[in-house]
């Protein structure tokens, strides 16, 4: 498909386990964006590519959580020995420009459930 | 970026226009008004952006007052389909943040 691609859809981790997160952006979008959805709350930023360079970071919750976008396509978002309170929807979008001021295409997300 | 208000919830009849408000009393000259909605396990989707011009599309219309401290999204027609979270968000076109803050929206209903 045209859209951005998540994978897995759904996750189940033991806590303290590792877990990668996998979005397939747009073809040629170089901003790609990492967002964290708890259950009845709005989207929270994560953390922001301009294709392989990442710009910002501010919003990663803690040190366990690592992203990367090493050829300004594919990204990953690592979560090191997960805990219950990572137990959300991880959304990502793409955007053809530079910043977020142009439109962005979200995946339909991972859902992350720690137990 | 500027914060935004909207009501947690409201109720639209199937076919009727959906008038979805958006306070933004605190935004600058240079920030947009955004919406985007978020049907039910799908990620949020665009609707409409403008900053001082109430804006149509294919989608809804966007009515920013002349102060523009508030907005209304209009979407004509409504649909069981529209049934979604809308969400107003206020960033500045070039510059800002990295992210857009969505808050925790208007959860629109379309009844029957």
């Known amino acids: 498909g045209a859209g951005v691609s998540q994978s897995p859809r759904y996750k189940v981790a033991k806590r303290g386990q590792d877990v990668a997160l996998r979005c397939d952006p747009i073809?040629?979008?170089?901003?790609l964006f990492w967002y964290q959805q708890a259950l009845g709350q709005g989207p929270e930023f994560l953390t922001y590519?301009?294709?392989?360079?990442?710009?910002?970071k501010s919003g990663l919750p803690s040190d366990r959580f690592f992203a990367e976008r090493p050829e300004g396509s594919v990204s990953t978002l690592k979560i090191q020995r997960t805990q219950q309170e990572d137990s959300a929807v991880y959304l990502c979008?793409?955007?053809?420009?530079?910043?977020?001021?142009?439109?962005?295409?979200f995946g339909e997300g991972s859902r992350l459930t720690v137990l | 970026d500027a914060k935004t208000t909207q009501p947690p919830s409201m109720d639209c009849a199937e076919g009727r226009a959906a008038n979805l408000p958006c306070n933004h009393s605190t935004i600058s000259g240079n920030e947009y008004v955004y919406w985007y909605r978020q049907i039910h396990s799908q990620g949020p989707q665009y609707i409409i952006h403008g900053l001082k011009n109430n804006e149509t599309n294919e989608m809804a219309s966007l009515i920013i007052t002349e102060d523009r401290k508030s907005s209304t999204l209009i979407l004509p027609h409504a649909t069981l389909r529209d049934t979604a979270v809308y969400y107003c968000i206020v960033r500045v076109a070039y510059g800002g943040a990295n992210n857009l803050f969505f808050g925790t929206g208007t959860r629109l209903t379309v009844i029957p």
């Open positions: 590519f301009q294709n392989e360079a990442q710009l910002d």
């Open positions: 979008a793409s955007s053809l420009t530079r910043t977020a001021t142009g439109e962005l295409f």
């Open positions: 073809s040629g979008h170089v901003s």
